[in-house]
């Protein structure tokens, strides 16, 4: 029911990944729709080995159709919150955005896996500066948080650490794979959609149901 991700972890160095895919490809021209574009992060600060693949996937997976908070969808960002419960009011945030959106029915829809990870990277720090990057931290507008991470990124940053605007920690959204190491899964989650809003999650292996309170 949660199949491990490996993509990245069993094929050889990450220096080989270009050599070893375009051989694939001559065999399996369905592979690039599995990994993705791995051209999007460069050759340097791509990871392989244990877990690699929760830190590629959201560099090689991006659309234009998914913008996020620091990205028009063109590059990827890792997003990661300081604890679960702010983990958990960012996803249903933006898992009721999806919901909504398609017109989905009321019930036990989606499952998710809580991943634990460390970060080490030398982030922009915008909490606490309020006066001079809240309009970076504006609810549903990300036009100058797009804008903000564009200008950090070309500049050679890493990332930004933010005050979480749906939960009451911390967040960090990293703008290259290797800044963040030894991811493990943790809890599998069950989410619950009321027809407007994700109210419920259950853990899928004690069967607890906890109540999403804003």
């Known amino acids: 029911m949660f199949p491990p991700i ?7 160095e990450p220096e080989d990944w270009p050599l070893l895919i375009s051989a694939e490809q001559k065999t399996n ?7 993705g574009n791995i051209d999007l992060i460069p050759a340097e600060r791509r990871v392989g080995g244990q877990g690699a693949s929760y830190l590629m996937a959201p560099f090689t ?16 960002v890792l997003y990661i919150a300081s604890d679960f419960e702010t983990a958990v009011h960012e996803t249903a945030h933006h898992h009721a955005g999806f919901m909504s959106a398609t017109n989905e029915a009321p019930g036990w829809v989606s499952q998710f896996r809580e991943l634990l990870m460390d970060v080490d990277a030398e ?8 006066q001079d990057f809240g309009e970076a931290l504006d609810p549903a507008d990300y036009t100058n948080a797009q804008q903000l991470a564009a200008a950090l990124r070309t500049a050679g940053s890493d990332g930004i650490v933010y005050p979480s605007v ?17 991811p493990t899964q943790g809890r599998h989650l069950a989410y619950h959609w009321d027809g407007t809003r994700v109210d419920l999650i259950r853990d899928s292996t004690t069967g607890d149901v906890f109540r999403i309170v804003e």
Do not use: N
């Open 6 to 12: 490996d993509l990245f972890e069993d094929i050889a």
């Open 29 to 35: 021209p369905r592979l690039m729709e599995t990994i």
């Open 61 to 76: 997976h991006t659309s234009v159709d998914r913008p996020s908070r620091f990205s028009d969808g063109r590059l990827g």
């Open 123 to 130: 982030l922009h720090d915008i909490r606490g500066g309020a």
């Open 166 to 182: 749906r939960g009451d920690g911390d967040c960090v959204g990293l703008f290259y794979p290797d800044s963040a190491h030894h």
